[in-house]
């Protein structure tokens, strides 16, 4: 596995891929620890080309990062909803233009933030393409604008009262996200936020279902990703991997808390379409590959190839890109919760045009590559630690570097 073949081609580029693995472990050339734990899988035309873990998944209980380690995906859930949404959209049960309130009545008559002047009056409603491409204005918790500070307290409201043992829904959520005003007028710009769970709440109102059981009727179920949900079974806690802080000293401990009101217990009520998923590297693979696929996956039609194609294209017009502007979307487009690479010099990659995906907050990510049928995950479980780190990066560009060679 660590050896150089004579071509310089397949063990070559493996020992390159554990080496970067291992240092994000090791923290070698960094003050201190960079993660506890890394695994990366690298699927190229159906085949397995790379596999590894290092480190821990949990270092307090002694368990080594896996295969079958179950991790928080964080934003990594946003793929799978805008896929959600789409199956809809593609059987004719909603249309991307249509108004949100259409389907949750709380978003009628929503105000817009406008500094020195207060609540005013949105210039028009949101629609569901607003909140695919994130253009709606409806914030995070932040403490930077008055939306942001608004929604922050709905959050730690609703995480109080879930701690208390009151059972907080995804529709009551969502009606919290409402009360608070927008960031701006809805189209005007790209902005993160909750956009991603206002859509879980539309798949519930359109299925009549809970978001967690379209899923798994829809997606978990037929992609065979068992280990894939909302909430983490007592038996299967002993692979559920701790996330950690780093501290300004450089030191990882354990996180305490709810970052957006998640929460992994049975008795899980919210169902974050942003941010609530728990899977595995093969789980979400199997995610990806149909992806890549157009839709299919092992003989099964999941979603028609014109809805994926459809879903994997920058929509957003260069007024609204001037936002997307994070280091991890340079040279990046952005629709259906993706981003979608425009310019490989921008961005500093060897990947292909067109190429997708998106990241979570512990730094997971994935790429998917249509063109050449290619799909790189990369698990850690470190807060904050996004989707622009240097070992990703050069992950990528190694992964990248091998096709043509295996």
Not at 368 to 380: A, G, N, R, W
Request: hydrophobic share 35%; with cysteine.
């Amino acid at each position: 596995m660590t050896g150089q073949d004579k071509e310089g081609g397949t063990s070559g580029y493996k020992a390159v891929m554990d080496r970067i693995l291992r240092e994000n472990v090791s923290g070698v050339g960094a003050e201190g620890q960079r993660v506890k734990g890394a695994s990366a899988l690298v699927l190229y035309r159906g085949r397995e080309i790379y596999f590894n873990a290092f480190g821990d998944a949990d270092a307090e209980r002694g368990i080594p990062m896996s295969r079958d380690t179950i991790i928080r995906l964080y934003s990594m859930t946003k793929p799978v909803t805008a896929a959600a949404v789409m199956l809809l959209a593609e059987r004719g049960m909603l249309d991307v233009w249509d108004p949100v309130s259409r389907y949750l009545p709380c978003f009628q008559g929503q105000k817009v933030w406008a500094e020195g002047r207060g609540e005013v009056s949105a210039d028009r409603e949101n629609t569901v393409y607003d909140l695919l491409n994130m253009t709606s204005g409806i914030t995070y918790p932040d403490e930077n604008t008055e939306p942001g500070r608004r929604m922050k307290a709905v959050v730690e409201g609703f995480v109080a009262r879930r701690e208390r043992g009151e059972r907080v829904d995804t529709q009551e959520f969502i009606r919290g996200i409402a009360s608070v005003p927008l960031c701006f007028q809805p189209g005007d710009r790209w902005m993160y936020g909750f956009s991603a769970d206002v859509l879980g709440g539309i798949v519930e109102v359109v299925s009549g279902m809970t978001f967690g059981e379209f899923l798994k009727k829809e997606f978990f179920e037929p992609l065979d990703m068992p280990d894939t949900g909302f909430f983490v079974p007592k038996e299967k806690l002993g692979r559920f991997a701790r996330h950690y802080d780093m501290t300004k000293d450089g030191v990882l401990v354990p996180h305490k808390g709810s970052h957006l009101g998640e929460y992994y217990g049975e008795d899980a009520a919210f169902e974050s379409g942003g941010a609530g998923l728990v899977s595995t590297l093969d789980d979400y693979s199997h995610f990806a590959m149909m992806m890549v696929r157009k839709g299919r996956w092992e003989g099964r039609h999941i979603l028609g190839r014109k809805t994926v194609e459809f879903m994997t294209q920058n929509r957003l017009t260069d007024f609204q890109r001037r936002t997307l502007n994070w280091d991890s979307t340079k040279g990046y487009g952005y629709g259906c919760l993706m981003r979608v690479l425009t310019d490989q010099g921008a961005a500093g990659t060897n990947a292909s045009l067109g190429e997708y995906g998106w990241d979570g907050w512990t730094g997971n990510y994935v790429t998917m590559d249509p063109s050449e049928e290619f799909v790189l995950l990369y698990f850690i479980q470190r807060c904050g630690a996004g989707g622009a780190s240097e070992a990703l990066r050069k992950l990528r560009m190694a992964a990248y570097g091998a096709l043509g060679r295996v």
